[in-house]
C-alpha cells in the first residue's frame, strides 16, 4: 500500500484558514479514491471529506461544508483540503485515507482504506 504523509496543521486563531496536504511518499495516489478524516481529543476518527479517484465528484460532512475543500492533484501525487473559517471545534488531529475500494459509495466505512497517513494536529483558539 502506498505510503501517506500529511503536513499543514498548526495553531490558528478562530476564523483563519489552513491548508493540509496529504502525499504519497513512495508511490501514487492515482486511481485511489482519497478522504480526510479527523479525531477530536476523546472521541472516535470521524469522516470530513472524501474525493473520488478521478477527481469529479467529492462528498463533506455537515460540520464542514462550505468552508472545506477537498482536491487532488495526481500529478503531484497530492490531496488537499483547504479549510476557511475554521472554529474551535475544528480543533483535532487530521488523517488522510487512500481507499482500496469503496464500500457502497460510503467513505465512512473504512473497511476498504488500504492506507492511513500518521496525522497532523490542527488548533483552533477562540
Known amino acids: 500500500q502506498v505510503q501517506l504523509v500529511e503536513s499543514g496543521g498548526g495553531l490558528v486563531q478562530a476564523g483563519d484558514s489552513l491548508r493540509l496536504s496529504c502525499a504519497a511518499s513512495d508511490g501514487t495516489l492515482r486511481g485511489y479514491p482519497m478522504a480526510w478524516f479527523r479525531q477530536a481529543p476523546g472521541k472516535e476518527r470521524s469522516f470530513v471529506a472524501g474525493i473520488t479517484y478521478t477527481g469529479d465528484r467529492t462528498n463533506y460532512a455537515d460540520s464542514v461544508k462550505g468552508r472545506f475543500t477537498i482536491s487532488r492533484d495526481d500529478a503531484e501525487n497530492t490531496v488537499y483540503l483547504q479549510m476557511n473559517s475554521l472554529k474551535p471545534e475544528d480543533t483535532a488531529v487530521y488523517y488522510c485515507?487512500?481507499?482500496?475500494?469503496?464500500?457502497?459509495?460510503?467513505?465512512?466505512?473504512?473497511?476498504?482504506?488500504?492506507?492511513w497517513g500518521q496525522g497532523t494536529q490542527v488548533t483552533v483558539s477562540s
Open positions: 485515507a487512500a481507499y482500496r475500494f469503496l464500500i457502497g459509495s460510503s467513505y465512512s466505512d473504512v473497511r476498504g482504506v488500504g492506507s
